[in-house]
Nanobody, 119 residues
Framework: QVQLVESGGGLVQPGGSLRLSCAAS????????MGWYRQAPGKERELVAV???????NYVDSVKGRFIISRDNAKNTVYLQMNTLKPEDTAVYYC?????????????WGQGTQVTVSS
């Protein structure tokens, strides 16, 4: 089992920045992917950014050039640096961890942290 604990959400004005952190604990495999998803009221959850244990990254188009995902493998922690925030970034952000345990794919979720971008 894997537990993910998120921190760093809050209220910020448009154009501001926040950094989200997610610390993983439990039976963590060295070969894995971690990412951030978000869900706004009335909308489906969407992938924001993902990073593999090897450092490969992908971003949804709407955050490219503004958000940076990174990780510290020694601490089993993933970060999301969110710059030039826009009101449309307002959502609950969820940390995700996934890996193959043998032939079975497993994923785990953080508790979610609210990010609100408003004047």
């Amino acid at each position: 089992q894997v537990q993910l604990v998120e921190s760093g959400g809050g209220l910020v004005q448009p154009g501001g920045s926040l950094r989200l952190s997610c610390a993983a604990s439990g039976t963590i495999l060295s070969n894995n992917a971690m990412g951030w998803y978000r869900q706004a009221p009335g909308k489906e959850r969407e992938l924001v950014a993902v990073i593999t244990s090897g450092g490969n990254t992908n971003y949804v188009d709407s955050v490219k050039g503004r958000f940076i995902i990174s990780r510290d493998n020694a601490k089993n922690t993933v970060y999301l640096q969110m710059n030039t925030l826009k009101p449309e970034d307002t959502a609950v952000y969820y940390c995700n961890y996934n890996a193959y345990y043998g032939s079975r794919w497993r994923d785990y979720w953080g508790q979610g942290t609210q990010v609100t971008v408003s004047s």
